[in-house]
């Protein structure tokens, strides 16, 4: 049977031997490498996550709040050419047939600093429209045709999609606000997206109509879905949980001569990273707790080694101890104009971790 030790280490190369032509008078001491395997460490992407980008319950997506604009407001005389729309006091006549113009009301909506682009796959664009109009516009002529509608036009990188509320459906009535749910549509966004509301009017029964008449549109996003967003890590505090490290069957401190940690990395972010090492063990069989910090860089490359060189000491109060941990800490910067990264909600940087003892044997 082999001995459980011999099974986890391997011995990759015999640096030197000792040879002489008389009879030496001690065995010959002989150095070899030999490598532990570990357990492979991962970092999500929530880590390098701003507080207006989450992940979703599944993983699946990221959801990012939007702030809400102010609120975009016109009047009547704006909305209206109509001679009855433009009299400077009150009057009481018959609603007459308009269309308002396209930036009568209008806002632009701006993404968040540090998310500053995304590829939407859902969301809702939440309207709230208090109307003093002095009228329905939508029911200018009351619950009986014919009725007006309502275009809500939402303008991304992508192009343009527009929403259309009928008043056979809907209604919006005067002196009150009505909430209105507008899908966002999918696609690239960049930077911020514009909205734009306009009316479609058909001539209705008498109101009360004054140019300075007014309508206030409120505007906020929800559930905003993305696929893949652009997000600025600028210094972002990182890190990987401890993870348990056998050593304790490698029962060779007293041969230990020097070694390292290796470490190879999968980085699936183009963010760079100044990390710290760190290797613990608590005290026992008479020896104090060990707490090792190694600094080490991560390049914003797909894939990358690292060697943490360990000095003699340092691997002797590892070698052979129960409980030994690694994990990791520090900073990411992304490397995209501004700091930038693109991420997407399945992605982890791995890290897959050896370590690396030069043994002396005989003697």
Known sequence: MIPRR??????????GLAAACDIPSAAPILQQTWMVPGDSLEMNVSQLLPPSVGVTGGGTAFL??????????????????????????????PIPAFTSPANAL???VTLPAESPSATVTSGTLNLQVTNNLGFDPLRPNGNAA?????????????GTTTTTVQGSAQAIPNGATTLLAIPMPAGSYATSFSVTVSFTVPAGQNANLSASNGISVGASVSNLTV????VVVANEAVNVSPSAYNLDDVDLADQVEGGAFLLDFENPFTASAALNFLISAPAQGGQPAVNLSKPMAVTATPTSSVTVALTKPELQSLVGKQGVTIAVTGTATGTGAGNTVVVTPAQRLKIRTRVQLLLNIGG
Not at 71 to 93: R, Y
């Open 6 to 15: 011999s099974r986890r280490l391997v011995p990759l190369a015999l640096l």
């Open 64 to 93: 990012v709040s939007v702030p809400a604009p102010a609120p975009f407001t016109s009047t009547l005389g704006a909305l209206c050419g109509q001679p009855a729309c433009q009299s400077g006091g009150t009057v009481n006549a």
């Open 106 to 108: 209008s806002r632009t």
């Open 146 to 158: 014919a009725y007006g509608s309502l275009a809500v036009a939402i303008t991304n990188a992508a």
């Open 227 to 230: 696929s893949q967003a652009t």
